[in-house]
């Protein structure tokens, strides 16, 4: 079984930063990309940023030159560390990855969601 773990969500002031964590656990043979996704309310789940196993990077045009992603493939661990934060990046972030379970067998997981809340 495997399970993506999301940590570091909260309350932050606007301009103030956070860093959320994802952990992947369980019979994992191996992790292709990596990303973070946010679902604000009333909103589609939109692609805040993604990683490649090689480390190549993509972000959303609103979160460009404010988020970072990065990942850890000894941890099997991604980041995302946000930084100038506006109350427009108040969403539930969401963990996603491709992992092989085995040779060839790869699937699509997602973690449970923690909730951002930029407000003063």
């Known amino acids: 079984q495997v399970q993506l773990v999301e940590s570091g969500g909260g309350l932050v002031q606007p301009g103030g930063s956070l860093r959320l964590s994802c952990a992947a656990s369980?019979?994992?043979?191996?992790?292709?990309?990596m990303g973070w996704y946010r679902q604000a309310p009333g909103k589609q789940r939109e692609l805040v940023a993604g990683?490649?196993?090689?480390?190549?990077?993509n972000y959303a045009d609103s979160v460009k030159g404010r988020f970072t992603i990065s990942r850890d493939n000894a941890k099997r661990t991604v980041y995302l560390q946000m930084n100038s934060l506006k109350p427009e990046d108040t969403a539930v972030y969401y963990c996603?990855?491709?992992?092989?379970?085995?040779?060839?067998?790869?699937?699509?997981?997602w973690g449970q969601g923690t909730q951002v809340t930029v407000s003063s």
């Open positions: 996603n990855a491709d992992i092989f379970t085995g040779w060839g067998i790869s699937h699509e997981y």
């Open positions: 369980g019979s994992i043979f191996s992790i292709s990309d």
């Open positions: 990683i490649t196993s090689g480390g190549s990077t």
